[in-house]
């Protein structure tokens, strides 16, 4: 047996559950490969670009199955063994067999998480396939699972996170994908940003990215670009907040008013208690300067997150009262 891991941008990856899989199936050899840089070819838009996750889990399928039948043969293997899950993915059995048909797969996958699903294998592959041997072999995984899971301080509901580790299937992920394809400069850099719960594209082309502990700063830190602007309190332990867009194209008023409105939203983020105003540091990644301003903070975080992101910077309005040091 030879264990075939896929690295996607789309993908949480766990060191954890490589570690548990590599222990149950310690004699086999294992490979990971990345389909990373096939971003664009995985994620599904409708004819208005607008996200859509059965399509996406079709060309994710697609994928995945195209790059295992190569790999099957150039080692000569027989048959493909997968943890897929019919009840967390878009696609059917019927789908899922049109996909593998269309690879050179059919009647090679085995599915054994599939428990109440029927598909067709080789007559040899009997065993294997009879639906109580499925839901045995299934129970016996998921009994692992929960043992794994309270060592790990999982969720025990879903151990393994099968239902968590596909970005595109998170509510609202994948309409924060599709809003990005919608302009330029689609990166893993700029995908990387979607991962963080207090992210905003705001149009027509400014994304906003505040970190709000250690963690999601430090992960911040590194996907800062040189034209990028950081934003961030004098406070310990306050919030670092990255803005992204085309500031050559602005004009300096413009450029202002987003300067403070974002110092705004750091502000209210940075949590100072009976203070007018909280001193707010900015500067650009490719800028040795760095200004100051006293911002204003936002009457509460609840404020901030239920404005209209399309409207969340007034930039035909007189400017906001703030004033500059």
């Not at 490589?18 to 086999?28: G, M, P, V, W």
């Not at 992960?219 to 085309?246: C, G, I, K």
Request: aromatic share 8%.
């Amino acid at each position: 047996m030879q264990l075939l891991h896929f690295r996607s941008p789309f993908s949480r990856d766990f060191d954890d559950l490589r570690q548990f899989l590599r222990a149950e199936r310690s004699h086999a050899a294992y490979r990971t490969q990345s389909i990373k840089k096939d971003y664009s070819t995985l994620v599904g838009l409708s004819e208005d670009g607008e996200f859509s996750l059965a399509e996406s889990c079709a060309r994710c399928r697609g994928l995945l199955y195209s790059r295992a039948a190569r790999y099957m043969e150039r080692i000569e293997a027989d048959y493909l063994l997968t943890g897929e899950e019919t009840a967390g993915c878009e696609l059917g059995p019927e789908a899922l067999e049109q996909i593998e048909d269309a690879h050179g797969l059919s009647r090679k996958i085995l599915r054994p998480l599939c428990a109440s699903q029927l598909f067709d294998t080789e007559v040899g592959l009997a065993s294997w396939t009879r639906p109580t041997r499925r839901a045995r072999s299934a129970k016996d995984l998921a009994a692992k699972c929960q043992d794994f899971a309270a060592e790990q301080r999982l969720v025990v509901e879903d151990p393994m996170a099968c239902q968590t580790r596909c970005k595109l299937a998170t509510p609202g992920f994948g309409e924060r994908v599709a809003a990005l394809f919608k302009g330029e400069g689609v990166t893993l850099n700029a995908l990387c940003l979607l991962d963080f719960p207090l992210y905003y594209r705001i149009d027509p082309d400014i994304q906003l990215v505040l970190a709000r502990d250690e963690t999601e700063k430090r992960e911040l830190q590194n996907l800062f670009l040189p034209q990028d602007l950081r934003v961030y309190p004098s406070t310990p332990h306050a919030p670092m907040t990255l803005v992204r867009t085309n500031w050559d194209a602005r004009e300096r008023d413009e450029q202002r008013r987003i300067i403070e409105f974002v110092s705004r939203v750091t502000a209210t983020y940075a949590h100072v208690d009976d203070s007018l105003t909280v001193p707010i540091y900015y500067r650009f990644e490719n800028d040795d300067e760095t200004s100051m301003l006293n911002a204003e903070p936002f009457e509460s975080v609840e404020f901030v997150e239920a404005l209209d992101t399309v409207e969340m910077i007034p930039l035909t309005q007189p400017e906001l009262p703030m004033s500059l040091s």
